[in-house]
């Protein structure tokens, strides 16, 4: 999904709102909570574009959706019913969780692997990053068998390749030249 312009500013905002009010961790874990849940209900996705549902609806279905939220949380959802804005709301919470670790000096890190990750490859691939960065990582993992083995890593706008198939295609290319 894009982000939008106006859902990075919405993210400073609340961002800015919770840090002065010391729970930018718990607004944090709420924007995840939020993204994760519309990312794979269907039906809340669609429910929150929907541009025939009334705002008020939206809001207090969201209030109860996400009732355990912190205040600074259901404030935004006020001020998207406010401006009829809840198609970004999923955007907004994307960026809200970038801007956090940011912040927080954490970097994430993609790791793509044929297979979910077991500690021994964790360990190999935590040991890889510590040569290229020196901030906290967190690992997301992505499963793709068409890698058949090993593993890509991506930091930011950085990426390690060291896939089998990476490797077949780096030899396939070497044979054509010879």
């Not at 960065?133 to 890509?152: C, E, L, R, Y």
């Not at 950085?158 to 077949?168: E, G, H, I, M, P």
Request: glycine share 4%.
């Amino acid at each position: 999904m894009a982000s939008t312009r106006a859902a990075i500013r919405y993210a400073k905002a609340i961002l800015d709102l919770a840090n002065s009010k010391g729970v930018a961790e718990a607004v944090n874990n709420d924007m995840k909570s939020i993204a994760s849940t519309i990312e794979v209900n269907e039906e809340l996705s669609t429910f929150i574009q929907s541009p025939t549902i009334k705002v008020e609806v939206k809001e207090s279905a969201l209030l109860e959706v996400f009732a355990a939220v912190n205040g600074v949380t259901k404030g935004l959802f006020h001020l998207l019913f406010e401006n009829k804005r809840f198609e970004i709301l999923e955007a907004i919470a994307l960026e809200y969780v970038k801007l956090f670790d940011e912040n927080n000096g954490v970097e994430v890190a993609t790791v793509t692997t044929a297979i979910p990750m077991d500690a021994a490859l964790e360990a190999k691939v935590l040991a890889k990053i510590a040569t290229f960065s020196d901030k906290k990582i967190t690992i997301v993992n992505n499963v793709d068998a068409s890698i058949i083995g090993g593993f890509i890593l991506r930091i930011g706008d950085k990426q390690y390749n060291a896939s089998v198939a990476n490797r077949l295609q780096v030899l396939k290319r070497e044979l054509a030249q010879n």
